[in-house]
């Protein structure tokens, strides 16, 4: 399964996105960033981004994550990233993206966040 897919799923102002595979190249990420400015409102702007299943993920992917949060926050939102891989939690923190995203375990947490705080 090294092949990228997604899933959008909303849930009341929250859009839940599930990504697995292998994010390698902006052609990927297009797609998922198209669908999401579909998706995201004034209303729905707050994103899990739910990566447990990524088995890698390059630059492009990183760029795509930091899209995504910029997408929520020009919403008023925020863009929350959970079950990171541990060979993907190295990879935030050497990129320092840890510092500019919110990081939890799971889901609930996220949501817990994103409903109590915005």
């Given amino acids: ?16 996105v599930k990504l697995s595979g292998r994010i390698l190249d902006t052609e990927q990420t297009n797609k998922l960033l198209a ?12 994103i899990v981004l739910d990566i ?8 492009n992917g990183l760029n795509c994550f930091i899209q995504l949060l910029t997408k929520a ?4 939102g925020e ?16 990129s320092k993206l840890n510092t500019v995203f919110t990081i939890k375990d799971n889901v609930g947490q996220a949501n817990e966040i994103l409903t109590n705080s915005l």
């Fill in 35 to 46: 669908e999401v400015d579909n998706t995201i409102s004034e209303e729905k702007n707050k």
């Fill in 79 to 94: 863009a929350i990233i959970v079950n990171v891989p541990e060979k993907i939690k190295k990879l935030l923190l050497i």
């Fill in 73 to 76: 926050r020009n919403k008023g």
């Fill in 52 to 59: 447990e299943n990524i088995e890698y993920i390059n630059s």
């Fill in 1 to 16: 399964m090294d092949k990228f897919t997604f899933t959008i799923t909303e849930d009341n102002s929250i859009i839940l």
